[in-house]
Structure formats: structure tokens, C-alpha cells
């Protein structure tokens, strides 16, 4: 099937994922690079760029050969409540702590799923927030407060 290069949903994330990892590394053109073993400010953000970019190259060129067209449709439904859900992550993390926002956080985007069941999502986000807590908490120690008040 024919599918034009502007309506080929593989080509285009490609270029998108090509000017996200180009973006990062131009923005970090101007710290010191350092080396692997005595990484600078500008190592990560360079390396990740072109990790992005080269993973664009290989989606754009799946595309290429594999072109598939954009779908029809759009979810309004995603796009209105994953916004909502990162503004009640930024409320809660400041007034609740930083377990009820990422449980609230990932209990309401899954509302933008038509196949929302409550015991799953429940389940899905005890498990995230245990994992976040985990992760940003233990083993990064980063100084958020776990609820409200510690």
C-alpha cells in the first residue's frame, strides 16, 4: 500500500524523535563534554540526545519500508485528561506529598483508557507508586516529603 511520506505515522515519529535528540544535543553544545570516566554537565544530555536520535533514524526508516498511515482518530478523551493529571500531580506533590500524587496521578490517566477497570488501575498504581517511591525516594534521595506534613 502507498502510503504518502506526510501521512506515514512511523516516518514522522521518526523526524520527531530526530529533532527532540538534535534539540538536546545543540542545547548542550556549550557545557564540557568531560569523558566517561570524569563525565561534565554536557555528557548525558549529549549522549541521550543522540541515543534519541538514533532511535529515530530507525523508526523513520521502518517507516520507510513499512509504512503504515496515520489513524482516523483521536482520543479527545487522552487529550484532555493526561493534562489534568499532571496538573494534579504539581498541586498534590506540594499539598499532599508525593505518594498520593503519584497514585492520583496514575489512577487518573488511566481514565483516558476506554478500558478503565477500577481493580486493575488501583492495583497498577499502588504498584507504581510503590516502585516511584523506590526509585526517587531510596534510591536517588530525593528530598519530597512522602505525605503531607513529613
Known sequence: MKVPLKQNRDFLAGLMF???GCGAMF????YPFGSSLRMGPGYFPTVLGGLV???G???LIEGMVKPEP????????ALIILPISALVFGVLMEHAGFVP?????CLIAALASPEFSIKQHTILAAGLTLGCVALFIWGLGLPYPLFAGH
Open 27 to 30: 542545547m548542550a553544545r556549550d
Open 57 to 59: 533514524i530507525i523508526v
Open 18 to 20: 530526530i529533532a527532540i
Open 70 to 77: 496515520i489513524g482516523r482518530t483521536w482520543s479527545v478523551r
Open 101 to 105: 500524587a503519584v497514585f492520583l496521578l
Open 53 to 55: 536520535t538514533l532511535g
